[in-house]
Structure formats: C-alpha cells, structure tokens
C-alpha cells in the first residue's frame, strides 16, 4: 500500500460509491490498478484524485488511462494536461471521434 507521511492509505480512504458493487475487502492498490485508476477517473473527487496521485504517480497513471475505452473527454483532457501525453494516444478519445 502507499503512504502518506507515514501514514498508510487504505482504499478504504477512497469514496465508497466508486466500490459499491465490488468487496473492497479484496481489492488491493497494485493487483487492482486499472480498475482503480478508472472508477477514480470517471467517478471519483478531487480527494480520490489526490490519493490516486500519490499511490500511483502521474506517469503510470497515465499510461493506465491510454487503454481505458470508456474515458469521458475531461478526464481525457486532465490526465493529458498534467501527463503531457496527447489526447489521440487515449483510446476512448480515438473512439468517441
């Protein structure tokens, strides 16, 4: 798990609606990455971005949100802005043109 100035992060920290119907109780921050980093993207708010960020790093999060399908277009625009990686490499933003 990640840590936060010795903290550990839990997914437990994260918004219960991004998991309702998933038990959280077998997730796990690493095994789980895609499917984390894309309900966070679609769903989640700036404090489940915020722990995302930490966990993961922009980078990987970024390179998990290219193969994602079903990205809407501002968390295209965002993980781009801050990765600088250009829409069109996104996948769903392939599609959805």
Known sequence: MGKNNG????????SPHLFW?????K?????NKKLIIKRVLNYGLIDDW???YKIYGIADIAKIAV????L?????????LLSGVPKRQ???YNIQQ
Do not use: A, G, Q, R
């Open 72 to 80: 809407d277009i501002k968390s295209i625009s965002f993980v781009s």
């Open 7 to 14: 903290k550990k992060i839990k997914l437990s920290n994260l």
């Open 50 to 52: 915020n722990i995302i």
């Open 67 to 70: 193969s994602i399908k079903d």
């Open 90 to 92: 996104f996948v769903c």
């Open 27 to 31: 997730l796990d921050f690493y095994n």
């Open 21 to 25: 119907d998933v038990d959280i109780s």
